[in-house]
């Protein structure tokens, strides 16, 4: 998006609704309305802000809840009166705690209330969570959960057991899983591998958070791999 100049300001009267999008996953998050300052923070702070029109003032999401949208990127439309907000949320975004404001937000199908509900065992720590899913858009949703997890430590969650053990831990766990992949490959059937490699993917995903990374992260890198 170039400069605010361009954008139709008078046209909302000094405001512009603000369609946020998660990059990761497509699915879209919210709706809010920005000024030209608030769109000057969101670009300052990485943090989508808002201008509140109940509060009459500019309004960070997650400035109360902790649930914050890291800016990736803002586009403008056709007309240069509607913006839309790429970015990757921390935790649940609506405030019934649903990962979308809009129930039925497609890029999940059916998993969106589960995934909140319900904790992996320790046995099968992803197969809780088992669903029909829009392709590999759920793991965007498994990292935004396990980074929940990682910020609030809920008593009782295997994820908070694992993070409080420490990074040395969740590594010996990720190794131990990749050991069983393999092993799942070559003597065991299709439903067993794809079972140990979900539980993989699970404790990679815990790793890369206990050292502030994210899969967003590792695909980045594979990204780049790809267009070189």
């Known amino acids: 998006m170039g400069t605010t100049d361009t954008l139709d300001w008078a046209k909302g009267e000094g405001l512009l609704p603000a369609v946020v999008q998660d990059a990761d996953t497509l699915r879209v998050l919210m709706l809010g309305y920005m000024n030209a300052e608030a769109l000057r923070v969101t670009r300052e702070c990485g943090h989508v802000t808002f201008f509140s029109r109940s509060k009459q003032r500019l309004w960070t999401k997650g400035e109360t809840s902790g649930h ?49 509900a319900k904790e992996p065992s320790r046995e099968s720590p992803i197969a809780a969570m088992a669903a029909p899913t829009d392709g590999v858009a759920f793991l965007g949703e498994l990292d935004a959960l396990i980074a929940q997890r990682h910020a609030q430590r809920p008593e009782g969650s295997y994820t908070t057991r694992l993070f409080e053990g420490g990074t040395r831990r969740i590594a010996q766990k990720v190794g131990e899983e990749g050991v069983e992949t393999a092993l799942a490959g070559v003597a065991q059937g299709d439903a067993e591998l794809l079972g140990e490699s979900a539980d993989l993917l699970y404790h990679l995903t815990v790793l890369l958070r206990a050292r502030g990374l994210s899969l967003a992260d590792a695909v980045a890198v594979l990204r780049q791999r790809h267009a070189g």
């Open 68 to 116: 914050f949208l890291d800016l990736v990127d803002i586009q403008a439309d056709c007309d240069n009166d509607t913006l839309l907000v790429l970015a990757r949320p921390h935790g649940h975004t609506c405030h019934l705690q649903r990962p979308s404001c809009f129930a039925e937000a497609p890029a999940l199908v059916g998993v969106g209330a589960a995934m909140a």
